[in-house]
């Protein structure tokens, strides 16, 4: 028997009939047939990593195109901004995160950081759509609860197949004063002398997940002061809880003044050389 080719079915146990008598070589054409299909696993694997490779290859050019990767700390402001994206190293895991740091026409600077569930290339479209239309909406100057409710419209209205979470808020640079609301994305971390904790996040539950309504809060920030904006991939890991995780962030935090220094501390002390889920930050220095 030749290796790897499977040859024990209908030859001796079925043969075939027709018309009343045995029809000759029929067992051998069915041998020869099914000898082929055995090579088709391996082609259809073949195929199947190709495919996945290339959706990766699409969903990070798209992502590229839409999110303005900054290869170093730019100004915003009132504020210093360091921004990371780190893609996760499985093929068919590359998400939906997304961010926006901008100025609004009346001076305010907008902030925002989602996360869209699933990934591929629906995830990023779903990012590709929700960053947009945020985008598009806090121009009318609407209070951040109002921006989320109608993120939560538009999910419900598309019908995702997928939540979302984001977070999104002005910053005031004269007054610098945060005002914010969120939908079930993990609190920002504040970073304020040697200290470091996550902020209490207003009520908000997941895009496309209810029609419950968003609150909003309000944080006096300081010169010095360092916010940090991430997603749920830089906390999330099988073998540890999320609380575990934000633990650690908070503990690796406490003390950092610089922006920079602060996304490669916590990257260092959270990240994975195998990340299952992509992983987005934003830093922020009040100046």
């Given at each position: 028997m030749t290796p790897g080719i499977?040859?024990?079915?209908?030859?001796?146990?079925?043969?075939?009939?027709?018309?009343?008598?045995?029809?000759?070589?029929?067992?051998?054409?069915?041998?020869?047939?099914?000898?082929?299909?055995?090579?088709?696993?391996?082609?259809?694997?073949?195929?199947?990593v190709a495919a996945l490779a290339q959706e990766r290859h699409v969903t990070l050019e798209l992502q590229r195109a839409i999110l303005p990767l900054h290869e170093g700390p730019f100004d915003l402001p009132g504020l210093r901004a360091v921004v990371r994206y780190l893609p996760a190293s499985r093929d068919s895991r590359v998400g939906g995160d997304w961010y926006i740091t901008a100025e609004m026409p009346d001076g305010h600077v907008l902030i925002a950081i989602g996360d869209v569930g699933g990934h591929g290339l629906a995830a990023a479209a779903g990012m590709a759509r929700l960053r947009g239309a945020l985008a598009g909406l806090a121009i009318t100057g609407s209070p951040p609860q109002r921006l989320v409710g109608w993120l939560n419209d538009l999910v419900h209205?598309?019908?995702?197949?997928?939540?979302?979470?984001?977070?999104?808020?002005?910053?005031?640079?004269?007054?610098?004063?945060?005002?914010?609301?969120?939908?079930?994305h993990p609190p920002p971390l504040l970073v304020r002398g040697k200290q470091a904790w996550p902020l209490v996040p207003p009520a908000g539950t997941l895009l496309g997940a209810g029609r419950d309504g968003y609150e909003v809060a309000s944080l006096q920030l300081e010169p010095g002061d360092l916010l940090l904006l991430y997603s749920d991939g830089l906390i999330e890991r099988r073998d540890r809880s999320l609380e575990a995780g934000l633990a650690t962030l908070t503990c690796s935090a406490a003390g950092i003044s610089d922006p920079e220094r602060l996304i490669a501390t916590v990257l260092d002390a959270l990240g994975s050389t195998d990340p299952e889920d992509d992983t987005c930050l934003v830093a922020l220095r009040v100046l």
């Open positions: 499977v040859s024990t079915w209908l030859i001796t146990s079925q043969p075939k009939e027709r018309g009343g008598r045995t029809v000759a070589g029929v067992a051998a054409s069915e041998g020869r047939k099914v000898r082929r299909s055995a090579t088709r696993p391996v082609a259809d694997n073949a195929r199947l209205h598309v019908g995702a197949e997928h939540t979302a979470s984001v977070m999104t808020g002005y910053f005031d640079p004269p007054s610098r004063i945060l005002t914010w609301a969120q939908a079930g």
